[in-house]
């Protein structure tokens, strides 16, 4: 992910005004609070993650288009929480990172992956509401499952190769002065290259994607709007689907907005707009603070799905009626079967019928 996840010892140590950090109170608040806090993220995310995924395959349904991309953002997430528990206990470890250069990219560009695939699918769900709700006849052939599948595929593709700065540049190094090796990025070789990371991240991480989801949520408005002043009805089903478009929306900018705010603010220092020895240390820690803000949005979309997904709680309750009646007939079957055996090895207690 960002610069900020798994680095904080090694940026200290780049700059001696910050390198008493890591005897600092802020630091053993750190340690204190922010482990524990990964660690409920984590096993929280994780078990709600694949509720949802094994819900969208025990359903025997065809999945909508809609539900193809919702999970697929399950997925995104439960990709990403699996990769905290070594950011909890990189931290717990004081920064000095036990696992090797391997893991050190690997980890690190899992969490970049997952933030553009989750972006990009967002867009995505947007883009497909858009099409059944403004342009409904028009576009019906674009709403297919398989279409959906392929564009999927696609988004992991695209967030992997938008990763690859990530994977060029995350190393593990040895301080001297800490005794420690951290997984940090590593751009002593050129700066444009973070300048050029930062901006990606920035504009095509964020803004792009945002300004489509505006655009597509402005037009979904005026059409529900328009619908209603015309016909006097309003689909219920469509508007409870934009709802939790929004409602994931709107969370996943409250989550990652701050972070890229950071990113946005350390981008004007690398390019002198701001004054470094003035914004370094809150942007170290307010860095870090909004990054641990951003990965409570992978476990709390499963909560959203729940709430406002109609038809999420209506495959829950099918799944629980086809259980709830195959554990019934496999009891009935087990009586039946104990009652013949009986009859079987016990013929006197048959008694015959008489007329």
Same mark, same amino acid.
């Given at each position: 992910i960002p &610069?900020?996840?798994?680095?904080? +010892?090694a940026q200290w140590a780049e700059n001696s005004s910050l390198s008493k950090s890591?005897?600092?109170?802020?630091?053993? *608040?750190?340690?204190t609070i922010v482990p524990p806090y990964i660690i409920t993220v984590s096993v929280l995310g994780l078990a709600l993650n694949a509720f949802v995924l094994c819900v969208f395959f025990a359903h025997k349904d065809? =999945?909508?288009? #809609?539900?193809v991309y919702l999970g697929n953002l399950a997925l995104a997430d439960f990709a990403l929480l699996c990769g905290l528990p070594f950011w909890a206990a990189n931290i717990l470890n004081s920064f000095d990172w036990p696992y090797g250069e391997a893991?050190?990219?690997? %980890?690190?560009?899992?969490?970049?992956?997952?933030?553009? *695939?989750?972006?990009?699918?967002? %867009?995505?769900?947007? +883009? @497909?509401?858009?099409l059944a709700i403004v342009r409904t006849m028009k576009a019906r052939w674009l709403r297919r499952t398989r279409y959906a599948k392929v564009i999927c /595929?696609? =988004?992991? $593709?695209? !967030?992997?190769s =938008?990763?690859?700065?990530?994977?060029?540049?995350?190393?593990?190094?040895y301080f001297e002065e800490f005794q420690m090796t951290a997984c940090m990025l590593d751009?002593?070789?050129?700066?444009?290259?973070?300048?050029?990371n930062q901006v990606l991240l920035n504009v /095509? !991480?964020?803004? $792009?994607?945002?300004?489509? $989801?505006?655009?597509?949520?402005?037009? $979904?408005? &005026? #059409?529900?709007?328009?619908?209603?002043?015309? %016909? !006097?009805?309003? @689909?219920?089903?469509?508007? &409870?689907? *934009? /709802? =939790?478009?929004? #409602?994931? *929306?709107?969370?996943f900018i409250l989550c990652w907005g701050p972070y890229q705010v950071f990113t946005f603010l350390d981008t004007l220092c690398d390019i002198h707009v701001l004054d470094v020895t003035v914004w370094s240390h809150a942007l170290d820690v307010g860095g870090q603070v909004s990054a641990y803000l951003g990965v409570l949005n992978s476990a709390l979309n499963p909560v959203l799905y729940v709430l406002s997904g109609q038809y999420f709680r209506k495959k829950v309750s099918s799944i629980y009626r086809r259980a709830l009646r195959s554990r019934r007939g496999s009891d009935i079957t087990t009586y039946q079967r104990s009652v013949a055996s009986t009859y079987i090895h016990r013929p006197e207690q048959i008694k015959p019928v008489v007329i």
């Open positions: &610069k900020y996840c798994v680095v904080s +010892a890591l005897t600092s109170l802020e630091f053993v *608040t750190v340690r065809r =999945l909508t288009v #809609a539900e893991l050190c990219k690997l %980890v690190n560009c899992v969490m970049t992956v997952n933030l553009y *695939t989750s972006v990009y699918t967002l %867009v995505m769900i947007s +883009a @497909d509401r858009y /595929v696609f =988004l992991w $593709i695209f !967030g992997l =938008l990763s690859t700065p990530t994977m060029l540049h995350r190393k593990v190094m751009y002593s070789h050129g700066s444009s290259w973070k300048l050029a /095509v !991480g964020f803004v $792009i994607p945002t300004l489509v $989801i505006v655009s597509c949520s402005s037009s $979904i408005v &005026k #059409a529900l709007r328009q619908r209603k002043e015309s %016909v !006097g009805l309003q @689909d219920v089903n469509d508007t &409870k689907a *934009t /709802v =939790l478009l929004y #409602a994931v *929306t709107l969370l």
